[in-house]
């Protein structure tokens, strides 16, 4: 069974870059579609961007499109999120999340806290 287990997260300045990693273990990982999602204090999570099995199809959220850009390592069992142009409405704690249609299994990651101070 997979879990995913993530890191990258961090305190940065308004306009720097931070990449977030998201391993999974086990031996299904290429069979997850997997997505980014985050939660700001006060407010609902919400998603930030999703890849297909292949990484062939992605989505983004409006807020965070020409900025942020997910992809997928499936021999390596790792998803990503590159961030750029950081701004302080980014500021939350980020989750990867995957998804395994035939079965209807979905894996949470524990969380990871970006700040983006001003």
């Known amino acids: 069974q997979v879990q995913m287990v993530q890191s990258g997260g961090g305190l940065v300045h308004t306009g720097d870059s931070l990449t977030l990693s998201c391993a999974g273990s086990?031996?299904?990982?290429?069979?997850?579609?997997m997505g980014w999602f985050r939660q700001a204090p006060g407010k609902e999570r919400e998603v930030v961007a999703a890849?297909?099995?292949?990484?062939?199809?992605?989505y983004y959220a409006d807020s965070v499109k020409g900025r942020f850009t997910i992809s997928r390592d499936n021999a390596r069992n790792t998803v990503y999120l590159q961030m750029s142009s950081l701004k302080p409405e980014d500021t939350a704690v980020y989750y990867c999340?995957?998804?395994?249609?035939?079965?209807?299994?979905?894996?949470w990651g524990q969380g990871t806290l970006v700040t983006v101070s001003s």
């Open positions: 999340r995957g998804y395994r249609v035939d079965l209807n299994r979905e894996v």
């Open positions: 890849i297909s099995w292949n990484g062939a199809n992605t």
């Open positions: 086990g031996r299904t990982f290429s069979r997850y579609v």
